[in-house]
């Protein structure tokens, strides 16, 4: 079986990458590194069933081959990406999103979107279930991630309806693991150089604020099932546990036996209160769940920033 990963170097897509190749499929990363980094597939290079393409998804795709799956991944993700690449992020939610479902229309090919627990925005219900429509702030800081990813949902509906595409739909929830970036915003990787410098841990408003953490290889296996799954509405995929930033903080400051102390800083706006997947749909379709405790999962996260400094 051929697959398409876009985005493929970068942390999520490199990880399906190498989970894809080590279950027999043939896999082809397209990315064109503007947040990707090529040294997270290169473990992966000489390979027979590997191949890595720099490409740009907002261009015209074209791949020769015939294709099985298109796994679209590419955007820029992380907080300080909103700011630094905004007209990036709504290309490829829009334009990207476009050509590579296109691609999946010519190819006769599935499609699976890497959606967002961020279509929630600063969410008034908690959990989320996949039937909430959001509370979105269409022009705040991180309204261009955002309404990124509910368009690129309502287009991958659009061609599944008028064009027949078997489409799915992954809402993916806070994530983590090996091969984040270290300066990429988001708090897990950012605490955990903070506390191995020992310098203070930032935790913005009073910490108060809850997410969920997933880690990496818990999502992948998720993904997998709804990729080979008939199911073709959006679907939840992370971890319901729910902790407070500052009960996080706390936890990263005790595994690394770091010397940092937290330190509070006003709250962005539209930082959202809390971030809980309802998973029930996934757990009675794709028979999944979590399985990696977030001691687990951080102790891992952190040998890898200590080997990777």
């Not at 298109?70 to 050509?99: C, E, W, Y």
């Not at 309204?143 to 027949?164: I, M, N, P, S």
């Amino acid at each position: 079986m051929k697959v398409i990963i876009t985005g493929g170097a970068g942390f999520i897509g490199s990880h399906l990458a190498e989970f894809l190749c080590d279950e027999g499929y043939e896999v082809t990363c397209l990315d064109n590194l503007i947040t990707g980094n090529a040294a997270n597939v290169k473990h992966l290079e000489g390979r027979q069933n590997f191949r890595f393409i720099t490409v740009d998804v907002n261009q015209y795709i074209d791949i020769p081959d015939s294709i099985d799956y298109i796994l679209h991944f590419a955007s820029p993700a992380s907080p300080v990406d909103f700011d630094r690449f905004p007209i990036q992020i709504m290309k490829a939610g829009g334009v990207g999103t476009l050509n590579a479902l296109g691609l999946a229309k010519a190819k006769k090919a599935k499609f699976l979107l890497a959606s967002s627990s961020e279509v929630y925005g600063d969410p008034l219900v908690n959990p989320q279930t996949e039937d909430y429509w959001g509370n979105v702030n269409p022009i705040g800081p991180r309204g261009v991630y955002d309404e990124a990813k509910r368009f690129a949902e309502a287009l991958t509906k659009a061609y599944h309806h008028q064009h027949g595409i078997d489409t799915k739909i992954a809402r993916i929830f806070n994530t983590y693991g090996p091969r984040m970036r270290k300066d990429d915003g988001r708090a897990i990787p950012t605490f955990v150089n903070q506390a191995l410098r020992n310098e203070p841990l930032t935790v913005f408003g009073d910490g108060s604020q809850t997410r969920s953490f997933c880690y990496v290889s818990d999502l992948i296996r998720a993904l997998h099932r709804l990729m080979l799954s008939g199911i073709n509405e959006p679907m939840n995929l992370g971890n319901p546990q729910e902790m407070t930033i500052k009960e996080l903080a706390e936890m990263v400051i005790a595994l690394t036996g770091s010397k940092s102390q937290i330190i509070y800083r006003p709250l962005p706006q539209d930082d959202p209160k809390t971030r809980r997947p309802d998973i029930t749909r996934a757990q009675r379709s794709l028979g999944w769940q979590p399985e990696v405790s977030l001691e687990q999962g951080l102790s891992a996260t952190i040998a890898w920033f200590k080997n990777n400094q």
